[in-house]
T-cell receptor
Framework: AQSVTQLGSHVSVSEGALVLLRCNYSSSVPPYLFWYVQYPNQGLQLLLKYTSAATLVKGINGFEAEFKKSETSFHLTKPSAHMSDAAEYFCAVISSASKIIFGSGTRLSIRP | DTGVSQDPRHKITKRGQNVTFRCDPISEHNRLYWYRQTLGQGPEFLTYFQNEAQLEKSRLLSDRFSAERPKGSFSTLEIQRTEQGDSAMYLC??????????????FGPGTRLTVL
C-alpha cells in the first residue's frame, strides 16, 4: 500500500530564505507523487506532480521538487520565500485505485 | 474550463438533521472524487465515480453517507442523521479520462460542514 510521511507539521522561514518541506513516500510500484497547496478556507491547488518523466519537477510559483528513489523522498523547495507562500502544503501519492493518499500536511509560515 | 464548483460553501446544521452537498466537476472529466478533511489533517478519500458508476467506497463512508452521480455529470453527497463528528470540510475533485492527464485531480473549494 502506498503512503506518504511529511516531516514537520510546521516550518517557519524568513522572507527571502530557502523553503524546504520534506516528504518521504512508501510504494511497492513506481509512484505518482504530488504536492498540493491549500490557503485558508480554500480547496487544494496542484503545485507540481512527478510521473516518472524527470526526477526534477518544476511547478508553479517557483516551487520545485526532486524525486530520489534511493531515499524514497520527494522534498519541495523554493529558493526564496515570499509572504504569499504562507499556506498548508500537502504531499500526496496516487494509489493503484486512482485515489489520492495525502500526508498530514506542513504549515509554512513566513517571517518578515 | 470553469473549474470544479461545490455548493454550498458552508453549512451549519443541528445534530440529527440530514444534509446534501453538490459538486459540479470540470465538464469533460469523467472521474469524480469525494474527500473529507478534518481540522489539521490531510484530506481522506471517501468515494469515487467513473461516469455514473460508483467504483470504490472507503470504510469511512458509513451507512449514513450516500453519494450519487446519476447522469455522470454532477454528484451529490448526502449525510443522514448528522453527528458532531461529521463536522469537516468535504472536498470534491475531478479528473479526465486516463491517458489524458488522468492522474491529476482538480479540487473544488470545498463545503465546510458544522454540526451543532
Amino acid at each position: 500500500a502506498q503512503s506518504v510521511t511529511q516531516l514537520g507539521s510546521h516550518v517557519s522561514v524568513s522572507e527571502g530564505a530557502l523553503v524546504l518541506l520534506r516528504c518521504n513516500y512508501s510504494s511497492s510500484v513506481p509512484p505518482y507523487l504530488f504536492w498540493y497547496v491549500q490557503y485558508p478556507n480554500q480547496g487544494l491547488q496542484l503545485l507540481l506532480k512527478y510521473t516518472s518523466a524527470a526526477t526534477l519537477v518544476k511547478g508553479i510559483n517557483g516551487f520545485e521538487a526532486e524525486f530520489k528513489k534511493s531515499e524514497t523522498s520527494f522534498h519541495l523547495t523554493k529558493p526564496s520565500a515570499h509572504m504569499s507562500d504562507a499556506a498548508e502544503y500537502f504531499c500526496a501519492v496516487i494509489s493503484s485505485a486512482s485515489k489520492i493518499i495525502f500526508g498530514s500536511g506542513t504549515r509554512l509560515s513566513i517571517r518578515p | 474550463d470553469t473549474g470544479v464548483s461545490q455548493d454550498p460553501r458552508h453549512k451549519i446544521t443541528k445534530r440529527g438533521q440530514n444534509v446534501t452537498f453538490r459538486c459540479d466537476p470540470i465538464s469533460e472529466h469523467n472521474r469524480l472524487y469525494w474527500y473529507r478533511q478534518t481540522l489539521g489533517q490531510g484530506p481522506e478519500f471517501l468515494t469515487y465515480f467513473q461516469n455514473e458508476a460508483q467504483l470504490e467506497k472507503s470504510r469511512l463512508l458509513s451507512d449514513r453517507f450516500s453519494a450519487e452521480r446519476p447522469k455522470g455529470s454532477f454528484s451529490t453527497l448526502e449525510i443522514q442523521r448528522t453527528e458532531q463528528g461529521d463536522s469537516a470540510m468535504y472536498l470534491c475533485a475531478s479528473s479526465s479520462p486516463l491517458g489524458q492527464g488522468g492522474d491529476t485531480q482538480y479540487f473544488g473549494p470545498g463545503t465546510r460542514l458544522t454540526v451543532l
